[in-house]
């Protein structure tokens, strides 16, 4: 069973549209986060939900909403995509909290490419 | 604030050693070491905790020296299936795991 998965794992969408990517965790994990990885490769941390709760927002446009419905679910909603948003979206998820407390490591998903035309 | 990461890139031959090394600004809780292969998800090697500490796994290992806020990953008798990219992850206050901008390695036969 994989343990972090995320849905679509391509997705290809004309300029202005809505999209969205889901993402499970079957870790019994309470944080979860998103990643965002640039055509240069920079990991850069975009939200992080424990137990439902978003923990960190960093300084993302308010296109972007994620939604956690439970702590085993986190999805990352995009209105109005532009072509600055293709990028590969990584899921994560930690044991039991956020940096620095736990120093857990991450899991991984396998990334979303998308591709905004 | 992002961790820098020196070399941007390494080309190696089977055998051959490489050090990547990580640098931070701001204080760090500990570091960590993930490998990226193209197309896939980073995947864990190892956190260096407070204490400068050293670990290992297979034949590669690393090193934390907190007062310097910087950990160096050596990669010993470099094989075919260490090609990628290493990121580096700073763990500081307050926020979720910051990365590098990451080392390409190659290692050809």
């Known amino acids: 069973d994989t343990a972090v998965s995320q849905t679509p794992k391509y997705l290809v969408t004309q300029m202005g549209n809505d999209k969205s990517i889901k993402c499970e965790q079957n870790?019994?994990?309470?944080?979860m986060y998103w990643y965002k990885q640039d055509s240069k490769k920079f990991l850069k941390i975009m939200f992080s939900?424990?137990?439902?709760?978003?923990?960190i927002n960093e300084t993302v446009p308010n296109r972007f909403s994620p939604k956690s419905p439970d702590k085993a679910h986190l999805n990352l909603h995009i209105n109005s995509l532009e072509l600055g948003d293709s990028a590969v979206y990584f899921c994560?998820?930690?044991?039991?909290?956020?940096?620095?407390?736990?120093?857990?490591?991450?899991?991984f998903g396998s990334g979303t490419q998308l591709s905004v035309l | 604030q992002q961790p820098v990461q020196s070399p941007q890139a390494v080309i190696l031959r089977e055998g051959e050693d490489a050090v990547i090394n990580c640098s931070s600004s701001?204080?760090?809780?500990?570091v960590h070491w993930y490998r990226q292969k193209h197309g896939e998800a980073p995947v864990f090697l190892m956190i260096?905790?407070?204490?400068?500490e050293q670990k290992g796994h297979d034949k590669i290992s690393a090193s934390f020296n907190e007062k310097k806020q910087q950990s160096s990953l050596y990669l010993t008798a470099s094989q075919l299936s260490y090609s990628g990219t290493y990121f580096c992850?700073?763990?500081?206050?307050?926020?979720?795991?910051?990365f590098g901008k990451g080392t390409t390695l190659s290692v050809s036969s």
């Open positions: 701001k204080a760090l809780y500990s």
């Open positions: 994560a998820s930690s044991p039991t909290g956020v940096a620095p407390t736990t120093n857990e490591k991450l899991f």
């Open positions: 260096l905790l407070k204490g400068g």
């Open positions: 870790l019994g994990h309470d944080t």
């Open positions: 939900y424990n137990n439902k709760e978003l923990i």
């Open positions: 992850g700073a763990n500081q206050a307050g926020t979720a795991l910051i």
